[in-house]
């Protein structure tokens, strides 16, 4: 299979949901083997900022890129619907420090990408690298793992004592041919960002979610959700999947594997992830 990169430009604008600034995103093709890269273009000489493990640098509730004093914030959605919609090279300008929330989902860069399509480019995709034996990293009992199999494979657990949430499990297949997918927009874009009402108060605190609301985010209490009604019955397990997708991209090419994850956090998915690179993938 070939390479491929954007027909055309895609360009949105929204607030951050942590620092609740509002940038403006222009998605650009980029050259065969460029990968997938961030320029802050609101900064001196716009310094590009690659979609790489190398490159992380904070995982407290969301992914972030940086280099030095420059960093990208909650690259995590874009990158999923980037990847799994087959866009191997693609150059991302944004004018601020965090990738805007939208509507919690990826569903609005998923549509933008269909709505400009693909173009095939010279040089052919990266071998995919198989999983042999299971990798894994946990913390108590949350873990995430990488086991052998015969396809790329996304499992997720989630358990939360709102009865709302509740225990809720979800798996998703790739298809080898990620481009021409159809179950990635249908089954895992559309679900939204989620959190716990007790928790906003001390977040806000914090210095993080400055930017979410009940348009960008699903928030549940002990009664049920303040902004129902859900896309899908299990829509928190689901934007798992979408998170776990969009950090493990940062290895460029997915590993052939079931991926499984119980609880688990953004920084342990990228834990993983850098066990899967020290391997030489």
């Known amino acids: 299979m070939q390479q491929h990169t954007l027909a055309a430009e895609i360009l949105q604008t929204g607030v951050g949901l942590h620092t609740g600034v509002t940038t403006h995103v222009t998605i650009k093709s980029a050259a065969p083997g460029s990968g997938r890269y961030f320029v802050r273009v609101d900064l001196p000489e716009s310094p590009i900022i690659p979609a790489q ?7 407290v509730l969301s992914t972030q890129l940086g ?29 601020g420090p965090e990738v805007p929330l939208l509507d919690g989902s990826a569903s609005v ?13 010279s040089e052919p995709q990266k071998e995919t690298y198989v999983i042999l034996e299971p990798i894994w990293v946990r913390d108590e009992d949350a873990f995430v793992c990488a086991m052998p199999a015969n396809e790329t494979r996304f499992t997720y657990g989630i358990d939360f004592d709102l009865p709302a949430i509740g225990n809720q499990w979800y798996s998703w297949t790739m298809p080898a041919e990620s481009n021409s997918d159809t179950s990635f927009v249908t089954e895992i874009a559309p679900a939204r960002t989620f959190g716990l009402l007790h928790q906003i108060e001390y977040l806000q605190s914090a210095g993080l979610i400055k930017g979410g609301n009940l348009e960008n985010a699903l928030v ?22 979408l998170d776990l997708v969009g950090d493990l991209s ?9 991926f499984l994850a119980y609880k688990a956090s953004h920084n342990l998915h990228i834990q993983l992830a850098q066990k899967i690179l020290n391997l030489g993938f």
């Open 53 to 59: 493990i190398a490159a992380v640098n904070q995982t």
């Open 67 to 95: 280099k030095g004093e420059i960093h990208i914030r909650t690259v995590e959605h874009i990158l999923a619907a980037l990847a799994a919609m087959g866009v191997d090279n693609a150059r991302i300008e944004i004018d």
């Open 109 to 121: 860069w998923v549509e933008s990408i269909l709505q400009v399509g693909l173009v095939a480019q």
């Open 220 to 241: 549940c209490g002990p009664e049920g959700w303040l902004n129902p009604p859900l896309r899908f019955a299990t829509e928190p397990v689901r934007h798992k999947i």
């Open 250 to 258: 940062l290895l460029e090419k997915f590993p052939q594997a079931h």
